[in-house]
């Protein structure tokens, strides 16, 4: 941005010591150049220090049903050719620059899993929201998304919840890019639980016949026991 100016004099001669000079003067007008925004997934060095590796290799991020570990993350590196422009670069998540973090919630439709807001209600207007984790971004560009295992235990086998999140960075003059953050998770098959009825105990009494009763229950967080 702004103008440079570059000074500077010519001259000529006819070789019989007869010359003229002029003055050059060359401006030189700056535009806004738009920041850039670069996705990555840094992995550690054998030294244990953090390397960026492949530019776009954050964008498309994994979680498991039932994984020990259920966060996965990446970094936003942004760059201004304009270097007065680069301390006041802003990041954005899904647009807003204020709130950079996010609680995903998700309910199945029909065959197919879709996120919705937390009050999402089915066609027998009961809550059916189910909690799947928190997207944050922080400042310095890196952003986590952690499941709740909770939630996603009500992935079936072979399904999947997919989730969009758009990181964008603006300059001082408005010039934006964004780049967008996709986790897919994977549902597993969990194990139903039984749930037995209390132990009783029948006194033998030697003149009537005496019984005990109960009922055994089961349950499955996909809600596929039978």
Known sequence: NGDQSM??????SDGSNTSAASDINVVITGTNDKPTLSLYKPTLST??????????????LYVADGSSDMEVSGKAVTFDADVND???LVLSLDGSSSALTKTIYAFKNGSNWETCDSNHKNAQNEVDAQKMGRF???TDGKYT???NQEGISHLGQGENLVIESVI??????GATDSGKVTVTITG??????????AAQTITDNGTTSQSCSGSITSSDA???AT
């Open 86 to 88: 680069r301390s006041g």
């Open 47 to 60: 030294e244990g220090k953090e390397q960026l590796g492949v530019a776009g290799a954050g964008a498309n």
């Open 222 to 224: 996909e809600s596929d």
């Open 7 to 12: 000074n500077g004099t010519s001259s000529a």
């Open 145 to 147: 998304f952690t499941g």
């Open 188 to 197: 597993t098959n969990d194990a139903p639980v039984l749930n037995a009825f």
């Open 168 to 173: 964008g960075v603006s300059d001082t003059h």
């Open 136 to 138: 944050v971004l922080g």
